[in-house]
């Protein structure tokens, strides 16, 4: 059984940045794809990146793109995701997801949040003004 779990949330100032950890274990399967989306109060549950380990490709939501970057730390099995010149309004419960089933939606970076199935919690980012 795959399990994810985040860490690494908390309170920053706007302009800050935080990293955020996803430890992942019980991969079966040689590739497998991770993925960093995030859930504002009163909002949908929208993506914010994701990473494909089988040739290491990454892709960006429009709102982030320039300011977050993911990678992967294969020897630990974590996916980190760097958050810099953070927004108020990227306060969220972020959440880390994993699959090992690699569609041609997740090679395409889609990041679409039914082709994940393995979840975390989720770690709060404050981000005050």
């Known amino acids: 059984q795959v399990h994810v779990a985040e860490s690494g949330g908390g309170l920053v100032q706007a302009g800050g940045s935080l990293r955020l950890s996803c430890a992942a274990s019980?991969?079966?399967?040689?590739?497998?794809?991770i993925a960093w989306f995030r859930q504002a109060p009163g909002k949908e549950r929208e993506k914010v990146s994701c990473?494909?380990?089988?040739?290491?490709?990454?892709y960006y939501s429009d709102s982030v793109k320039g300011r977050f970057s993911i990678s992967w730390d294969n020897t630990k099995n974590t996916v980190y995701l760097q958050l810099n010149s953070l927004k108020p309004e990227d306060t969220a419960v972020y959440y880390c997801?994993?699959?090992?089933?690699?569609?041609?939606?997740?090679?395409?970076?889609?990041?679409?949040?039914?082709?994940?199935?393995?979840w975390g919690q989720g770690t709060q980012v404050t981000v005050s003004s």
């Open positions: 997801a994993a699959t090992e089933l690699i569609t041609m939606a997740i090679v395409k970076g889609l990041c679409r949040i039914y082709d994940y199935e393995y």
């Open positions: 019980g991969f079966t399967k040689p590739y497998n794809a």
């Open positions: 990473f494909t380990s089988s040739d290491g490709s990454t």
